[in-house]
């Protein structure tokens, strides 16, 4: 049998119409332990929250040092290792190609012959998502199949369709009778 003096104990008697019986007031005792409980569970999670912070904030650092350090490849002329397209640049007729992969062999580039002594080369991953740009040389110009987008050969530019960036320059250098590639050139913004 319970003590009805004792605070918190369940009070006996006849249940209420909503069917719940009336409690003493709770014992201040525990009520402060839960309270202390709250607290504590609390502060768990906002250490959890911070240390959370702490490796988001940790991990942006780091890949702050790894841009300044140049851990990730830039298209900056020069930074890459040269690659001989040709070694017979006169094999190349005029409006002619030659695809070839720079700087990496994920990296397909075409080199054109634009005239008889202008050569061109440019990444022919299409500035817009990323299709297989092609050479079209009746209409002089780089032509993206995937939404129609289209290039001028002589910088890259893009002139009609949805690209908005010019396709990568390759930097060429003539040695003797060979073309090589020898950095990738700058990026031209379009001026409209
Ligand atoms: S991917 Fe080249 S125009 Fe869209």
Do not use: K
């Not at 004792?6 to 839960?34: K, M, S, W, Y």
């Not at 409006?95 to 054109?112: Q, S």
């Amino acid at each position: 049998m319970s003590d009805p003096t004792t605070p918190g104990t369940p009070v006996e008697g006849p249940r209420p119409p909503g069917g719940r019986r009336r409690t003493n007031p709770p014992d201040p005792a525990l009520v402060d332990e839960r309270i202390a409980r709250l607290a504590t569970d609390a502060l768990v999670t906002r250490r959890g929250y911070l240390r959370i912070l702490g490796v988001l904030s940790g991990g942006l650092a780091l890949g702050n040092v790894a841009v300044a350090a140049g851990a990730f490849r830039r298209r900056t002329e020069g930074a890459t290792e040269d690659l001989v397209i040709t070694e017979d640049a006169s094999a190349v007729p005029v409006g002619g190609e030659v695809r070839f992969n720079y700087p990496t062999d994920n990296d397909p580039a075409v080199l054109i012959r634009l005239d008889e002594d202008l050569f061109v080369a440019y990444s022919t991953v299409c500035t817009h998502l990323a299709c297989e740009v092609l050479w079209v040389p009746d209409d002089r110009e780089l032509f993206c199949p995937c939404h129609d987008g289209h290039f001028d050969p002589d910088d890259g530019a893009p002139t009609g369709g949805p690209p908005q960036r010019p396709l990568p320059e390759i930097v060429l250098e003539r040695q003797g009778d060979r073309i090589v590639a020898v950095g990738e050139g700058r990026i031209l913004e379009h001026e409209d």
